[in-house]
């Protein structure tokens, strides 16, 4: 199916079961421990041995010699895979660096080895005793120095988030040079680290030539083919499952060297090889969000009007790699007729950067939301109304080009009402609560809604039971439920009596989990397919298949009635189509999604300890699905933003090229004790001109403008503006207001 025209009225408009806050119907086997994630499928590959990874203890230079006899020799073991014995390797379409390391190394934790034992133990103490003498080589670890000569690189993100490396509209100089209030300063946001729950984990099994890796994977077909290409053989002898991924927040959207390892661990083993990196593999192995230098400058007139706008932003990786496209949101989300972005990439030495969740916008709006903020303060205009003066309904890049929708102004204002915001006192630390220095903040959300192709395949048994197959994946998103959902409102059917099966590249190809695509692309699949499916039954019955109904469980057209499952009675049914988009409807009109974050925070006025006491989201993010998942959404998107702005931060060696708190113990993330009630508000809207569902994405856009919410609550409770991320106390503990 194409979709290439707005859609009109279609079977998900009846929202029966769409839209309804439909309970996870995955959630009784996560809650009961019977959800098989990739480390646990033991029956499906039975006599497993254990593989522990190996990981260079320096970050750049090679191996000059690797001793692997006491290993060999220690008990359990089955085999040792080097780069000198895995035989030829590519490098896969989405790594920045080689999974296997050796004789060169990319970067600390690269894996350069992988022991093979009966048991975990056993494996990892015969790794411990593989002697490597390295040949260290001089790196680049400094952001701040290597940015100095840094060249402009443009690029995309892969999920939505893109710009020129340098891009400008009007005259921003001359503009900025004239206006009569004016803002330039500099915002730096540190690396950061997906710490999902599940560690990247697989269990590999040879059938002959035939490889089969239960892994956790967001994106099934795109590991399917970096895991052929890697090894070097057809993409049709890999076969790829992952029914449950617990968390993956971009992270585990490209295949790591978990399972190029247990691949290479079990053919040289000849028997199945689990393979589990720890956390400080993870954290240095894998990859993580770069961290920025971002400056932005505006410029306004006296009514608050935006007439000069720019946002420069510097960051690092790999050679080979991509920036962080920290601008990407300043080109759309507010008014200004002259305007600069650009970008610029410096070589580090460091882990892979690639995707974490919002990538681009989640680091850009703790830059420019702040701005906007400051800029307010200095026009003596409320922050919330500086922002609705400054709104567009254009691209302001190209003003012929409309939004498909735009209610960001509403999302400011219905927040604005709900949190009291009225009741907030603009001058900086003058609300005590005992002591407790009290403030409120706010920022706009803003990230684009990107549509994938996606495929499903529905059957209809004797039964009436309708099962749905596709390679989608759940990385704890509700996945399982809203393609239920899907399935039951096009086919008249309860969710009960829909079966979902995902994450197995022996279905069809879906859109995969991410960049807030998941949920919109892969239930338009379904309804591609459940269109085919309802042709068919429609055939079968003998009804005319424009104005036949499917409710109930029934099927109806006319007077005539007759049950769904009479439509198998002749042998099962079954539909597989995909849902493609044109570039027409883009080029029309930007899609995007918005929201409004309101956060209020205590700090103490002896200690400066922060704490965050509410929060509250309003999104407009085209039809939604599930209300119910997509509150968790927003609500875990809120509580990474609050990290960020507060916590979280990879702490760089410059010395020698790795992250020092490579934990959990050392990375701080929020815990319970952390997080208030959190409240989400999705305003009414459906976008036909983003697919059949009418829907868009929400899973990013919880986490955008966040940590900008808390950083403006904190100076609005003490009056000390921190613009370097994370706002922990050494960094504002002596500038506190003096108590009396």
Sequence with gaps: MKFDAPTGNNPIDRMTVIGKPTDRIDGKYKTTGTAPYAFEHNDDAPNAAYGYVVGAAIAKGRIASIDLAAAKAAPG???????DTAGKLAKGNFNTAKLLGGPEVDHYHQAIAVVVADTFEQ??????LIRVD???????????????TAPLKGDSSGEGSAAPPIDKVGDFAGAFASAPVKLDATYTTPDHSHVMMEPHATIASWEGDQLTLWTANQMIDWGKGDVAKTL???????????????????GKLFVRSDAIMAALGARAAKRPVKVALTRPMSINNTTHRPA????IRIGADRTGKITAIAHESGSGDLPGGGPETAVSQTKLLYAGANRLTSMRLAVLDLPEGNAMRAPGEAPGLMALEVAMDEMAEKLGMDPVEFRVVNDTQVDPEKPDRKFSQRQLVKCLRDGAERFGWSARNAKPGSVRDGQWLIGMGVAAAFR????????????????????VETDMTDIGTGTYTIIAQTAAEMLGVPVEGVVVKLGDSSFPVSAGSGGQWGGNSST??????????????AQRLGFNATDVEFVGGQVRSG???????????????????????????????????????FVEVAVNAYTGETRIRRMLAVCAAGRILNPKAARNQVIGGMTMGAGAALMEDLAVDKRFGFFVNHDLAGYEVPVHADIPHQEVIFLDEADPMSSPMKAKGVGELGICGVGAAVANAVYNATGVRVREYPITLDKYLDRLPQVA
Excluded: W
């Design 232 to 250: 070097g053989i057809p993409k049709e002898k890999v076969r790829l499952i992952a029914p449950y991924v617990g968390g993956g927040f971009g």
């Design 448 to 467: 684009n809604n990107l549509l994938m192709k996606s495929a499903a395949r529905v059957r209809l048994d004797q039964a009436g039971v309708v099962t």
């Design 134 to 148: 390295y040949a260290r080589a001089k790196g680049r670890y400094d952001l701040a120095e290597a940015l100095k």
């Design 559 to 597: 007077n005539r009635t007759v049950a769904l499952a009479e439509a198998a009675k002749a042998g099962a049914l079954s539909a597989e189509d995909v849902m493609e988009y044109g570039d027409e409807l883009q080029k029309q009109q930007q899609q995007s999604t918005f929201g409004g974050h």
């Design 524 to 537: 338009a699949g379904v309804y591609a397919a459940c269109m085919k499916m309802r042709e068919q039954v």
């Design 123 to 128: 494996a990892r103490a015969a790794a411990n």
């Design 77 to 83: 073991v089955l085999a040792i895979v080097t780069a």
């Design 292 to 295: 920025t230098v971002q400056r």
